[in-house]
């Protein structure tokens, strides 16, 4: 069964804090994406990666950095948490040949 | 740029009443298009897709969808509601993008579910 797995479902963090959310999917996908969900504006891309260390930004990608030094992993990269980045974070991977993508089941983030 | 609008922030039904969410798209060819459900605190399921085969898509849980493209419309129906329905739904293109399809989302609709 196709699989895509967040480290956290739940995180808290203090304003300032540089902090990791991880993604691995097992599928060996060639794309790997980051997006925010926020109530009443959908998912929002912020990162994708369509090989290793290669990245591209998405259409919100201020306050991130992502890094892919394994085919299998995808991080994303707050490097100083803020309040307004409170939301929740998916995880997604896809084939380069196939339009459908997988997700995870998301890592709700709170920065207080 | 590729994208879609759903029509409808909320959507309200009685249970066993019909199911239509809208989904209008912006494409320059035949797009690859999904729909989504997330049920409350839990994660994105695949509930059908279009990829230019058939233009009637059944899903799962009785959910289809019709491809239109003179309308540029993949509005999402169900014949008679559940209360277990009671979800947000996402309209989802994937345009092809220096070689990747990206997934792009619409912003949701939530359908409301009444006895």
């Known amino acids: 069964d196709v699989k895509v797995t967040q480290s956290s479902r739940y995180l808290v963090k203090r304003t300032g804090e540089k902090v990791f959310l991880e993604c691995v999917q097992d599928m060996d996908h060639e794309n790997m994406f980051w997006y925010r969900q926020d109530p009443g504006l959908g998912l929002r891309l912020i990162y994708f990666?369509?090989?290793?260390?290669?990245?591209e930004k998405g259409d919100i990608p201020e306050g991130y950095s992502v890094s892919r030094e394994k085919k299998e992993r995808f991080s994303l990269i707050l490097e100083s948490a803020s309040t307004n980045q409170t939301s929740m974070y998916l995880c997604a991977s896809s084939s380069q040949w196939v339009a459908e993508a997988f997700f995870g089941q998301g890592t709700r983030l709170t920065v207080v | 740029a590729q994208s879609v609008t759903q029509l409808d922030s909320h959507v309200s039904v009685s249970e066993g009443t019909p199911v239509l969410l809208r989904c209008n798209y912006s494409?320059?060819?035949?797009?690859?298009l999904f729909w989504y459900v997330q049920h409350p605190n839990k994660g994105l399921q695949l509930l059908l897709k279009y990829t230019s085969a058939a233009t009637l898509v059944k899903g799962i849980n009785g959910f289809e969808a019709e491809f239109k493209k003179s309308e540029t419309s993949f509005h999402l129906t169900k014949p008679s509601a559940h209360m277990s329905d009671a979800a947000e739904y996402f309209c989802v293109v994937s345009p092809l993008s220096g070689g990747s399809y990206i997934p792009t989302f619409g912003r949701g609709t939530s359908l409301i579910v009444h006895p």
């Open positions: 990666s369509y090989d290793v260390k290669m990245k």
């Open positions: 494409s320059s060819y035949s797009p690859s």
